[in-house]
């Protein structure tokens, strides 16, 4: 069964530094988001990515985050210089609606440590 | 914009026995999509049943069903013959549509107890 992958499994670093999150999401999918869970809360939306653009973006999405499909199948999310409160669980999830049900497969997540 | 609750905070249940974890939302959608995903120590987000809105059936997988109440926007799960596998967060989370962002409820945490 086709599933959405996420690598590295847990990252580590430094204040103020860059880091990339990569993403595969399952091959015939359209749609591509990106989620967030700091430990112990809920799961909040980050950014949705549709046609090779944003189609929508939480508040927590400011200029610090990026989104890039740089080739046909990996989905990034760049944290530009990142910050204590951005250690956390990121999610993967993409769906698509040629099936109908519009459900989002999610991958199974990577855990940032920001020291 | 759409809201999610979760009044159960912690639950916990017997092994074998049945268990019914709430979730109501608000929404001004006439069609949307619900669904509950188990979210174990492992910290993976796995689908355990969706449930579209102008279905009125309610959707059913193996031992998990739900109680869909539109008219309440009430979505709960009920997972029969508990097993020790099922101890895991459970959330609820609704989306009006494909592309649109999921809205999730706070979460539940479930105990089952051998």
């Given at each position: 069964e086709p599933e959405v992958t996420q690598t590295p499994s847990h990252q580590v670093t430094q204040?103020?530094?860059e880091v990339i999150l990569r993403c595969v999401p399952i091959s015939n999918h359209l749609y591509f988001y990106w989620y967030r869970q700091i430990l112990g809360?809920?799961?909040?939306?980050l950014v949705s990515f549709y046609n090779n653009e944003i189609s929508e973006k939480s508040e927590i999405f400011d200029d610090q985050f990026s989104v890039e499909r740089?080739?046909?199948?990996?989905f990034t999310l760049k944290i530009r210089s990142t910050k204590l409160e951005d250690s956390a669980m990121y999610f993967c999830a993409s769906t698509t609606r040629a099936d109908g049900t519009d459900t989002q497969y999610f991958g199974p997540g990577t855990r940032l440590t920001v020291l | 914009a759409q809201t999610v609750t979760q009044s159960q905070p912690e639950m916990s249940v017997q092994e074998a026995e049945t268990v019914t974890l709430s979730c109501t939302y608000d929404t001004s959608e006439s069609n949307y999509y619900l669904?509950?995903?188990?979210q174990p120590p492992s910290r993976q987000m796995i689908l355990v049943?969706?449930?579209?809105?102008y279905k009125q059936q309610n959707a059913t997988e193996n031992r998990f069903s739900v109680n869909f109440q539109k008219a309440a926007k009430s979505f709960s799960l009920k997972i029969s013959d508990s097993q020790l596998g099922d101890t895991a967060m459970y959330f609820c989370a609704h989306?009006?549509?494909a592309g649109n962002m999921l809205t999730f409820g706070?979460?539940?945490?479930l105990m089952v107890k051998p």
């Open positions: 204040m103020g530094q809360q809920k799961v909040e939306f740089p080739d046909g199948s990996n | 669904f509950w995903y188990k049943i969706r449930q579209e809105a989306t009006p549509n706070g979460g539940t945490r």
